[in-house]
């Protein structure tokens, strides 16, 4: 029992004394934890423990102290160019970091205390933009207090590439920032720029580096942008496996209604065939006579390789249909057509019993007059005209003022091409020619330079749409000096096709005008035969004699079937315009060099095939001046002959300078400006003082103004599509 006593008073002692000794804590400081209590205490223990007093403790001393984080990477306002950048600093060891991205509430990583005051965040995700805010959070685990650091940095990502795969060259995606120019690459192989809109969305056609889009294969891509901050571009994206198909559907064949049909026309019509499985094909149709108009008339989507559609049916008439399909990836096919005509429906009579309507006193055809019908009396007005008194046949010209008669007659008739104004070079014909020189600039300010515009913007959509230039009359810019197009493996000889194509342009060019009979028209035709053979001859013997010598090399004749295009367009545009002499066009032979040819070998071949098929015009022009009077018709087929020669040459030469497609003008321009400047305004103006009546069209006022606004609108349209290609859509 004492000694049980005593150990009561010993551990009560020891009790006291750390109650006294103990320093008192900061009602802003946590209490110190008390230290592990010893197996043994004694009195001096006691006393020591009173008379020692604990200083303030340190951040790493106190754990439910929080202090300020530290920043030491990225740097304020460093600008990172990828998608996501390290954040480290340091703290008090006993702190939890969380480090938040800017604009987000949720951290990107969390940090636990540790023994280390050091902390790293490795990849904290950015968005593009600048003057963004990294917060980073420092808090106690113990007393859940907090404080907060920031860096502010700009930031430019990488664009991300969504696709698509197959692709016919456009590359898309999103992830850019507002309106920064985004460039794609290929490799070495394409590339392409594009700035993305306002969401960040892009999207790009990739091109070679001579403008040509990519052959069909597999391609590595990858992006980058740059924008207005940002004093470098970003870093490139992850790379993305793109497969191009840039190869063209077959064109789609229609199975119905056949070529040639001929039907009623009906509130609705039905096409269908075959194509390209998941193509879209597309039917149009072009009315086959004047007033032209096209119209669209259904499309469908190609399953299991059949299609069909249903659109309004087409009025009266006969139709080139056509139909063009667009694969998947955006390829489009060349367009098949078939002709059809369609008649209106008939209406049944109102009364059955109401007669059909013929000439008074008579009855139909194939019938007998009733015997209870008697025919009226006939009426003063209707009474027999006696036959008439010969009169001159229209558009013979008779010697001396006389009549023609007998059986040469109709043959002597005058036609278009039987006559035209020889050229003057007296003094008083000089503001002749200088009304031709002004209207050859108008037509170089308002219709060949905007054509070059124009065909530039049309160029560039076709690139940025995925489409290949179509087969057509210009094609695309070629090696050649002309427009060859040289014909397919073909079963037929080469000289039927050649002939076939030259009697076709002869048929053409005869219909720009028009002739009072049946013989002056047959005359004609042959005339103009002629005319167009002698025109082709010039133009590829001037070819093939000047490839070699030009440094062109090695040169043969092709024929341009398709030229046949052009050769109907303008002879259409002369008989409806009514154009005397008309504008004609008569090239259908050309000269294809050899592929190693130079650009300034080609430019040069050019610019002598139009000289010379110029100056041929201009010696068939003068000799007109020197032909006999028209008294007989070999007279009239010898003045037809050369002035066909003069009208066709002069305008071919003219046309072909417009620097577009396979045109000559195109290689002329290509090689040197100021040779395609020069020849420009002298063909022109030999152009307008024969083809054009320069004095009427001068002072026709209205017409003459509505031929320069029509010149203006075209030029404010080929001028907008060019602007618009150059500029507008590669930022849309």
Request: proline content about 10%; some cysteine; aromatic content about 6%.
């Amino acid at each position: 029992m004492p000694a049980g006593l005593f150990v009561g008073a010993a551990v009560l002692a020891v009790v006291l004394s750390l109650a006294v000794g103990a320093p008192t804590a900061r009602a802003d400081e946590p209490v110190a934890s008390a230290p592990p209590a010893t197996t043994a205490t004694t009195d001096a223990a006691a006393e020591n423990a009173a008379t020692t007093a604990t200083p303030a403790p340190t951040p790493s001393d106190d754990p439910a102290r929080t202090t300020t984080p530290t920043i030491t990477s990225p740097n304020p306002d460093e600008l990172i160019t990828t998608g996501s950048t390290s954040v480290r600093g340091s703290r008090d060891a006993a702190n939890e970091i969380q480090v938040f991205p800017p604009n987000s509430t949720e951290p990107a990583c969390i940090v636990p205390p540790s023994s280390s005051t050091a902390w790293g965040c490795a990849s904290v995700p950015l968005v593009s933009g600048p003057q963004q805010s990294i917060r980073v959070i420092a808090r106690n685990v113990i007393s859940n207090a907090t404080e907060t650091a920031s860096v502010t940095v700009s930031a430019l990502t990488p664009p991300i590439i969504t696709g698509p795969s197959p692709s016919n060259g456009m590359v898309s995606g999103n992830g850019a920032y507002p309106d920064a120019t985004v460039t794609v690459t290929a490799g070495a192989a394409a590339s392409c720029t594009v700035q993305a809109n306002a969401t960040g969305v892009w999207a790009c056609f990739l091109t070679q580096s001579d403008g040509t889009g990519l052959p069909s294969d597999s391609y590595t891509v990858s992006a980058s942008q740059t924008a207005s901050f940002a004093s470098s571009p970003s870093e490139k994206s992850a790379t993305a496996q793109i497969v191009i198909d840039s190869t063209p559907p077959a064109a789609p064949v229609i199975t119905s209604p056949r070529n040639g049909t001929h039907s009623v026309a009906a509130p609705r019509v039905t096409f269908s065939g075959t194509g390209e499985d998941g193509a879209t094909v597309n039917i149009d149709s072009v009315t086959k006579k004047p007033p032209f108009s096209s119209s669209s008339i259904c499309e469908a989507t190609v399953k299991s390789g059949h299609w069909s559609c249903t659109g309004k049916g087409l009025p009266a008439g006969s139709y080139d249909v056509t139909a063009l399909q667009i694969d998947a990836v955006g390829n489009p096919s060349r367009a098949s057509a078939i002709t059809l005509s369609f008649t209106a429906a008939t209406t049944p009579p109102k009364s059955p019993t109401q007669p059909p309507s013929h000439a008074p006193g008579t009855h139909a055809p194939g019938s007998v007059a009733p015997p209870s019908q008697v025919a009226p009396a006939p009426d003063p007005s209707h009474t027999a005209t006696p036959a008439p008194t010969p009169t001159p046949t229209p558009g013979v010209i008779p010697p001396n003022g006389g009549e023609f008669d007998g059986p040469n007659a109709e043959w002597l008739a005058t036609t278009p091409y039987t006559s035209t104004s020889p050229p003057t070079i007296a003094p008083d014909a000089f503001p002749g020619w200088l009304r031709a020189l002004l209207l050859a600039v108008v037509a170089l300010l308002l219709l060949a330079l905007p054509a070059r515009l124009l065909a530039g913007a049309l160029s560039r959509s076709r690139v940025r749409n995925g489409m290949r230039a179509r087969s057509g009359i210009f094609g695309r810019n070629r090696s050649s000096a002309e427009l060859p197009s040289v014909v397919g493996t073909s079963a037929a000889p080469r000289w039927l096709v050649g002939a076939t194509v030259l009697v076709a342009t002869a048929a053409l060019v005869t219909l720009s005008s028009s002739a009072s009979n049946q013989p002056a028209y047959l005359r004609l035709l042959a005339a103009v035969a002629m005319a167009v053979v002698v025109v082709n001859a010039v133009w590829a013997l001037i070819g093939m004699l000047g490839a070699g010598h030009l440094g062109a090399g090695a040169a043969s004749v092709v024929i341009a079937p398709r030229a046949l295009f052009l050769v109907a367009l303008t002879a259409l545009l002369s008989r409806f315009t009514q154009l005397s002499p008309a504008l004609l066009f008569g090239l259908v032979l050309g000269v294809a060099v050899s592929e190693s040819a130079t650009t300034i070998a080609r430019g040069r071949l050019a610019a002598t095939q139009l000289a010379g098929l110029s100056a041929i015009g201009l010696i068939a022009w003068m000799l007109t001046a020197m032909l006999p009077a028209v008294t007989n018709p070999v007279a009239g087929f010898a003045a037809e002959v050369t002035n066909a020669v003069a009208i066709i040459s002069i305008g071919s030469a003219a046309v072909s300078l417009v620097p577009i497609g396979r045109l000559a003008g195109r290689a002329i321009f290509a090689w040197s400006r100021p040779v395609w400047l020069g020849l420009s305004l002298v063909i022109g103006t030999v152009f307008f003082a024969l083809l054009v009546p320069v004095d009427a069209l001068w002072r026709s006022g209205g017409g003459g103004l509505l031929l320069v606004g029509a010149g203006v609108g075209f030029a404010g349209v080929s001028l907008a599509a060019w602007l618009w290609m150059r500029y507008i859509e590669p930022a849309r």
